[in-house]
């Protein structure tokens, strides 16, 4: 007898329990009339959803298998090798820095700035709907990477045939472009002869012997990160105040950094530079 | 016939065997549809309700949601494609020349297990574009914007580690060019700065760890096969779940 008491009493628990969750949400504190059941509403428009994606992944299959080449042989080198095309972005940054950038320096920085947004965004607003206005400078920020991104994966994926050369839709991709990256010349050597500085190093660190020219561009990339960081210190000074100095002097470096992708690539196609910086042990 | 149907149904759900596995009722009454969201393993990712705003196709697109579907996709064609595959360098070609010509449905598993990594590749990416367009990485969401780019990571080095298992050409030269960027890292590659100088050559570097040699040979292969198969997408499950975990803990973040 006890026994179905207790019983009785545990249904009633559980049942008022259930009728409280059947009003509450999520969020707690919204107003009931604002909310629906997930059944049926949200789990039939999930339903909906993922029969239209597998048919459009059905449709692409049957309309486009997958391809096979011939066999790996590691004789035969093909012309262009091309990545994935989600990876022609950082295969079209080989063009314009060596593989230690290209391939793993940049991609960290880019998913370490990814993984870092919400902790450098202090911006309340804009939380939870669409908005420019409110968060002008984080959105043209990710914009302009992410424009950045599938630009190169763009170029990567149309633009590029034999010996990745840049290839017109109306060219034709069976015949090689004329070599040109013969003339391409580091910065160093641009200052050395045009500002006629001496060749002779002004010391030598074991290998690296640092001539006037080369300590040069190690100004030049540090008054770029240098200016970068003081400017909107001293001119845009509510910027400053708003993130605070450890979130300020990350949140330059990542930008600064972005920044400098695409001024490499304009050196670099503009005056035909190869290297900015150069050591024996690294180039950028 | 409306009626009949209405008929079948509820004569099925008083039965042992119907009552046995729902434990309820089918989810016509408000009751019931909450119920549904306790019982069920899948739907109780869900709350019982959400805002009205969280319907809003303009506001999430399906996005992650999409991604997850594909993330399945991928896991039932894979576990088809790998009873016909040996990761042998002798004949990995060969099998995946059967899965095209001989075995039946072979070419279709296939071709859906491409396009859906394609379109999870893409979907990911547009998931976190619509995530951060409408500030929902924002307090105190902001960890799981971290899970979710260690998801992106997962899937592109699911993408490209699965790439190379066809052993055609094309995976054997666009795994080679991801490897040559593997050796140039600082440090610990061959070919990075720095790195000839803490010591490290071709035969113990980055690349050598990522590879199991100085080419991408047999070893490769098979670490590859083991990564994509195995290692990677228990990784990738796990937080998903965390993923999930956490939109349920920290709350939906769109509009009423």
């Known amino acids: 007898m006890s026994e179905k008491v207790s019983d009785s009493a545990q249904v009633t628990t559980k049942s008022s329990r259930l009728s409280a969750m059947i009003k509450k949400t999520a969020a707690g504190k919204v107003a009931p009339e604002n909310t629906v059941l997930v059944w049926p509403n949200l789990v039939y428009l999930e339903l909906i959803c993922m029969m239209v994606a597998v048919s459009v992944i059905l449709f692409l299959s049957l309309v486009a298998p997958a391809p096979l080449e011939e066999l790996a042989s590691a004789d035969t080198t093909p012309n262009p090798t091309k990545a994935p095309w989600y990876f022609l972005g ?12 290209a391939g793993m320096v940049l991609p960290t ?29 984080s959105m043209l920020v990710f914009s302009f990477g992410l424009g950045l991104w599938y630009a190169l994966i763009f170029v990567g994926v149309f633009f590029r045939g034999l010996d990745w050369s840049w290839y017109w839709p109306w060219d034709d991709w069976h015949v090689h472009q004329p070599a040109g990256a013969a003339k391409l010349i580091d910065l160093e050597i641009i200052l050395q002869s045009s500002l006629g500085l001496s060749e002779s190093p002004l010391i030598t660190l074991g290998r690296y012997a640092v001539t006037t020219a080369n300590l040069l561009t190690w100004v030049i990339l540090g008054a770029f990160y240098g200016i970068g960081f003081t400017v ?44 900015v910086l150069v050591t024996p042990w690294f180039k950028i | 016939m409306l009626s009949l149907l209405q008929k079948i149904r509820e004569a099925v759900n008083k039965t042992q065997v119907f009552k046995s596995i729902f434990r309820h009722g089918y989810p016509d009454t408000d009751g019931n549809r909450a119920l549904v969201m306790f019982s069920n393993i899948i739907l109780h990712l869900h709350p019982v309700r959400v805002r009205r705003g969280a319907l809003k196709i303009k506001f999430t697109w399906c996005l992650g ?19 016909y595959y040996v990761p042998d360098t002798r004949r990995a070609y060969n099998d995946i020349r059967d899965l095209e010509t001989v075995i039946y449905f072979g ?33 105190p969401r902001e960890f799981n914007w971290v899970v979710g780019v260690i998801l992106l990571v997962t899937t592109l080095v699911l993408s490209w580690t699965g790439y190379l298992l066809p052993w055609d050409q094309l995976a054997l030269w666009a795994v080679t ?39 991408v040979g047999q070893s490769a292969l098979l670490r590859f096969y083991v990564l994509h198969c195995l ?4 990784i990738t499950a796990l937080f998903i779940a965390v993923h999930f975990w956490r939109i349920r803990k920290d709350g939906f973040s769109g509009p009423l």
């Open chain 1, 90 to 101: 950082l295969q079209e940054l080989l063009v314009y820095f060596d593989p230690w950038l």
């Open chain 2, 231 to 234: 290692a990677l997408p228990l």
């Open chain 1, 232 to 275: 909107p210190f001293l001119f845009f000074r509510d910027f400053y105040r708003k993130l605070g100095f450890v979130r300020y002097n990350l949140v330059m470096f990542f930008f600064i950094s972005m920044m400098g992708v695409p001024m490499k690539i304009f050196v670099r196609l503009l005056a035909d530079v190869k290297y």
């Open chain 2, 65 to 83: 949601g999409l991604t997850f579907l594909f993330f399945i996709l991928l896991a039932i064609t894979g576990v088809i494609l790998m009873f």
């Open chain 2, 177 to 215: 060019v991801g490897s040559k960027m593997a050796e140039a890292t600082p440090f610990i590659g061959a070919a990075g700065p720095f790195g000839p100088e803490l010591g490290f050559g071709p035969e113990n570097d980055m690349a050598f760890a990522l590879l199991g040699g100085t080419i």
């Open chain 2, 107 to 139: 070419s279709l598993f296939r071709a859906v297990h491409r396009w859906s990594a394609h379109a999870m590749v893409f979907s990911v990416w547009m998931h976190m574009t619509r995530v951060f367009m409408t500030g929902s990485y924002k307090p």
């Open chain 1, 109 to 137: 920085l880019m998913l370490v700035g990814l993984i870092l947004i919400p902790y450098l965004d202090p911006n309340p607003r804009g939380k939870g709907y669409y908005t420019f206005s409110e968060r002008k400078f």
